[in-house]
């Protein structure tokens, strides 16, 4: 064992007496960085009182269209089959098939008491727009839909760079140390991963204890390799543990090493803390008869992601920080990408869909779950107002319009910001960008986007990066 002199014992002691005194001054304040030997998803206060704990977004990977959800256009029945004079038809992909302004197929009416117009596609969540508030008037950097994924979910159009839920977890930890704190699952019906794939829930350069962790909702194993060895019994497998810890620890001090191996020790602990809690969180056979028909469970179309609506659910209910659950695979017709077929594409999402996310907020609502839980729904572009060319027309991509909605959480329910111009081609009113909304998702989990920061490369990154403002008029 290593021999000091005095001089250098009072300088190793000194020196770890003021690191503890500062790390517990930060720490009160809410916000230490996590550091060798913390625990960098412990929970940690908020800037401000949080009007959420929990995210669920639902990403609707493939670029819905606005204009035949929820941003209903009567211009646009007037104005069908007329040509969109001055448009310019690199907007979209494939200008070589532009055709004609092209009214909804789907028939709009007004619900709930705050009279939102709702497509034909959703007869369930139009009961639940009083919920609901909308943002009518986002728009986007990227007309492919690989950047503008990775603008949805870290701000910036390349990869390599940390996603919201990432920053979430971050800035806040878990309230359930022996679960993920950010979970993702996607397209149940193996049609692939969304483009970019795993980049999309990517911790990029935070610590990768803030990476998001996959789950496959289809099969028996849905989270890969947690089952333990046949034959390791618990206290077995609880001493090789504590072994492998022991050794890690003793290398990371004697090479004072940074807080990635620190990182890898927490993550061996939090598997083994997963095989007890992970298997009940995401055993949805468990839930009675009444909540599988509220999902949709009980049919075939809605089933896939309805499993994944309640895995949700359960993940929250046991403190899980941020879920995203992806509706739709890699492109085209097996996502919402409706390049043809328009009402076939997104008739069949929005069947898949439609019940089991009016089951989710009715359920959360039902449980006293729906105040502190904030649902998103959107995805990574809108569509354009001028019918793609094909045997049963589509629409091509639009970055200058598109739709979301929050509910929950804090949010004014029942009301609609933001406009796009008559036909739905382009925001016009209150035009929202990606960190206005990212600024607002970081403001009901009470946290300063400003002050929510991460040196790397010399300098302090943030989720909104130099931009971003809360759209204080959706939040109650």
Not at 187 to 212: C, E, I, M, T, V
Not at 236 to 257: E, K, M, T, V, Y
Request: hydrophobic share 35%; glycine share 12%.
């Amino acid at each position: 064992s290593p021999t000091w002199t005095r001089r250098e014992l009072l300088a190793q002691a000194g020196g770890g007496l003021g690191a503890l005194a500062l790390g517990s001054l930060l720490h009160e304040q809410g916000h230490a960085a996590a550091g060798p030997g913390d625990n960098p998803l412990e929970a940690r206060k908020p800037h401000f009182p949080a009007r959420a704990k929990s995210v669920i977004w639902l990403f609707i990977n493939g670029g819905p269209s606005h204009v035949d959800t929820w941003d209903y256009k009567p211009e646009l029945t007037k104005r069908d089959g007329l040509k969109l004079e001055g448009f310019d038809p690199t907007t979209g992909f494939f200008d070589g098939a532009v055709g004609p302004l092209m009214k909804s197929p789907f028939e709009f009416k007004q619900h709930g008491q705050s009279d939102a117009w709702v497509s034909s596609l959703f007869p369930h969540l139009s009961q639940h727009v009083d919920k609901m508030a909308f943002v009518k008037s986002f728009h986007t950097q990227s007309n492919n839909h690989s950047p503008a994924l990775f603008m949805a979910n870290t701000g910036v159009t390349r990869m390599g760079h940390p996603c919201v839920g990432s920053w979430v977890t971050y800035g806040l930890g878990t309230e359930n140390e022996n679960l993920p704190a950010f979970m993702v699952m996607s397209d149940p019906l193996g049609r692939g991963l969304p483009k970019g794939h795993a980049s999309n829930w990517s911790n990029g350069f935070l610590p990768g204890a803030f990476q998001g962790t996959w789950i496959n909702s289809k099969g028996n194993d849905p989270i890969p390799n947690l089952k333990r060895s046949a034959g390791l019994g618990d206290e077995h497998q609880r001493a090789q543990l504590d072994l492998l810890g022991s050794l890690n620890r003793a290398h990371r001090d004697r090479l004072a090493a940074d807080a990635e191996l620190t990182a890898r020790i927490k993550s061996f602990e939090l598997a083994y803390r997963m095989q007890q809690e992970a298997p009940d969180c995401v055993d949805v056979d468990k839930e009675p008869e009444h909540i599988r028909k509220l999902y949709g469970l009980d049919n075939e179309k809605s089933a896939p992601f309805a499993r994944q609506c309640v895995m949700a659910r359960r993940m929250v209910e046991r403190g899980v920080r941020f879920v995203q659950i992806y509706s739709g695979g890699m492109e085209n017709q097996r996502s919402w990408d409706g390049h043809n077929d328009i009402v076939g594409n997104h008739s069949g999402f929005a069947a898949e869909t439609d019940q089991p996310i009016a089951g989710l907020l009715a359920d959360l609502e039902e449980r006293g779950l729906l105040d502190e839980t904030l649902v998103i729904w959107g995805g990574e572009f809108g569509r354009l107002p001028v019918a793609q060319k094909s045997k049963k027309p589509g629409r091509d991509h639009n970055p200058h319009a598109g739709c979301y909605w929050f509910a929950g959480g804090g949010v004014k329910a029942g009301t609609s910001y933001g406009e796009t111009d008559e036909i739905g081609h382009r925001a016009e009113v209150d035009r929202v960008e990606i960190h206005d909304l990212h600024a607002t998702i970081l403001h009901l989990l009470g946290l300063d986007h400003k002050k929510l920061t991460f040196k790397h490369s010399g300098r302090r990154f943030r989720l909104t990066d130099v931009a971003g403002r809360v759209i204080e008029e959706i939040v109650a």
